[in-house]
């Protein structure tokens, strides 16, 4: 069956506690610290799939608050199963489109955003639908405070050097680029990996990262 037509799905999000309610999200910005009932950091991650990776910082670092946004109701719902097992406070998630990012966080309420083997859109006239595009770039400017960090992983070396290239014009410069990520012993040390990323680098595929500021 494949993930993002399971039956059901989308009435399983809207009753579980571990998502915020989409009827709520434009109320969201500026109080994320309410949500969470603290002052921790906030890192979010873009398309986070089925969660192992949030899942996994989450449980690492109880002193950090995790959002995970996805905009695939059963894909989702497997994260969401996820949480059912073992429960994390510090962990919430959202359905929805990434578009929509800036409406949902306030100005400089992001400390870090993770984009993690992102949908590649390959066609030309879909540039501005890939995450690490300038358009996307502008928007998360927006959220991420002052002194905040996007990072970004792929195995697809196209993707990568389209987001590179877009880092100049968007405003944005790198901290760190490597295109054989497994390879390298200082940025592996704490290396949480995706689903993704373990099934492409278990076949050799090199891993690409990047670290970004402004």
């Known amino acids: 069956m494949r993930l993002r037509n399971i039956t059901g799905s989308r009435e399983v999000i809207a009753e579980s506690p571990y998502v915020v309610p989409e009827d709520t999200l434009e109320a969201c ?3 994320w610290h309410e949500i969470f009932g603290n002052d921790h950091p906030i890192h979010i ?3 986070m799939g089925k969660g192992r990776f949030l ?10 608050n995790y959002v995970g946004i996805e905009k ?10 996820k949480m059912e ?11 929805m489109d990434a578009e929509d990012i800036d409406k949902v966080f306030g100005k400089g309420e992001v400390d870090r955003i993770y984009l993690n083997f992102s949908d590649p859109w390959p066609k030309d006239r879909h540039a501005k639908r890939r995450l690490p595009s300038r358009q996307f770039l502008a928007r998360y400017d927006v959220i991420l405070k002052k002194e905040g960090t996007l990072e970004f992983k792929t195995d697809n ?3 990568f ?3 590179i290239e877009e880092l100049e014009p968007a405003g944005w410069k790198a901290q760190v680029i490597t295109y054989d ?12 990996m995706t689903e993704y990323e373990e099934k492409f680098s278990s076949v050799g595929n090199p891993i690409c990262k990047y670290i970004i500021y402004r």
């Open 29 to 31: 910005p500026g109080t």
């Open 45 to 47: 991650e873009i398309g």
């Open 55 to 64: 899942n996994t910082l989450a449980k690492q670092n109880p002193q950090i």
């Open 72 to 81: 695939y109701s059963s894909v989702l719902l497997r994260a969401i199963q």
């Open 85 to 95: 097992e073992d429960e994390l406070p510090n962990l919430k998630f959202i359905r």
């Open 157 to 159: 070396r196209p993707l």
């Open 161 to 163: 050097d389209f987001a």
């Open 181 to 192: 990520l497994h390879n390298d012993a200082a940025l592996m040390e704490g290396n949480v």
